[in-house]
């Protein structure tokens, strides 16, 4: 009998048709998102009781659903972050959990220091007010000199360091398992968490969505950054307590900040849409035709390799 894959991610196979061929040459039976944006717990369930593989992006992979799924195998995540999914759960019940480590380190690292750029330049405050007719100069920092604060140092953070150099920024790191070699080679100094967020003029968070992670900056944390510095979220929504940004920023705490992503998806909240001092896009650090393209062939190769039997290059739960 056929085998059935469901395929989440709006853009899977849509800049390069590879990852489609590669699926549809095993002969499963390939079922597309029918509704055009993530699906809910419920539609989930509904779609997943006789699949074997799911490849998906940030749909919520939730226990229930997992509970539902009595045939799958395999979840091959299209992209990093697995906070999304019930990978305990899953490994429980013997299903492989994989992802696609780096396929997207470069979008988001160039889209971060897109964010950098534009909070401390307010390039987007300078294009709203002179599309309502208003030709006020708005006032910016230099990143050449300034202190760029690093809160995870894995393959996105390392990315941002690069950038970094080029721009003639300082940089500091925090991590749970720092890289003292790479971080000689490039010139970062590992701190302690509140040290770097009291020195850093830009911190910029690259740490994954996980118990330890969740809230990491709340308001004790916005408290020790100076006032002239901006926050920067290219990693996950929940890494930040956004009520506490938000009167952060509003109260002239911080000087501004830069996000892709939010607590609650896919919406940013709407107290943070309402001041200037925030540039906002919505989750497309991991959007660019070549980070798409690697993403939809890892995951369905992982994908392939777990169906048939092979253990996936990325397995994440062995
Ligand atoms: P990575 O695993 O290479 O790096 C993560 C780093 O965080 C590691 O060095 C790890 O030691 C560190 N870390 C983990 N827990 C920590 C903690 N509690 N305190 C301090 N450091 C901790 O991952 P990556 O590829 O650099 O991606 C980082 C995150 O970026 C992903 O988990 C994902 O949530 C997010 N992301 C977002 C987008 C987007 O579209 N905006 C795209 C890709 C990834």
């Not at 509970?67 to 899953?90: E, Q």
């Not at 938000?246 to 109260?251: C, P």
Request: charged share 20%.
């Amino acid at each position: 009998m056929t085998q059935k894959v469901l395929i989440t991610p709006r853009t899977f196979g849509t800049i390069d048709s590879k990852p489609i061929k590669l699926l549809r040459d095993q002969d499963y039976e390939l079922i597309f998102n029918p509704h055009g944006r993530l699906l809910t717990e419920e539609e989930l369930i509904n779609l997943i009781s006789d699949v074997v593989g799911v490849i998906v992006g940030l749909d919520p992979m939730t226990a229930k659903v997992l509970n539902s799924a009595k045939k799958l195998k395999i979840i091959s995540k299209y992209g990093v972050g697995v906070d999304n999914i019930a990978v305990d759960c899953a490994t429980q019940k013997k299903i492989m959990v994989t992802n696609t480590p780096g396929a997207n380190s470069l979008a988001v690292a160039e889209l971060t220091f897109g964010l950098i750029l534009d909070v401390a330049r307010q390039i987007t405050f300078s294009d709203r007010r002179l599309r309502q007719n208003q030709w006020g100069k708005c006032y910016g920092f230099e990143l050449n000199g300034k202190t760029l604060g690093l809160i995870g140092t894995g393959r996105i953070g390392r990315e941002v360091a690069v950038r970094a150099k080029g721009f003639g920024m300082r940089i500091i790191g925090y991590d749970l398992k720092p890289d003292l070699e790479w971080a000689r080679t490039v010139g970062v100094a590992y701190m302690s968490l509140d040290r770097l967020l009291s020195s850093a003029d830009i911190i910029s968070l690259h740490v994954p969505l996980a118990e330890g992670t969740y809230h990491l900056i709340s308001s004790r944390e916005l408290a020790l950054m100076k006032r002239s510095a901006i926050l920067i979220n290219t990693a996950r929504g929940g890494i930040v307590d956004e009520d506490a940004l938000f009167q952060a920023l509003h109260n002239k705490e911080i000087a501004g900040a830069g996000l892709d992503v939010y607590e609650n998806e896919p919406s940013a909240d709407s107290l943070l849409r309402s001041l200037d001092n925030v540039v906002l896009t919505s989750h497309i650090g991991s959007h660019t035709f070549e980070s798409i393209s690697r993403m939809g062939w890892m995951a369905a190769e992982n994908l392939v390799a777990g169906l048939s039997g092979k253990r996936p290059p990325y397995l994440l739960n062995p």
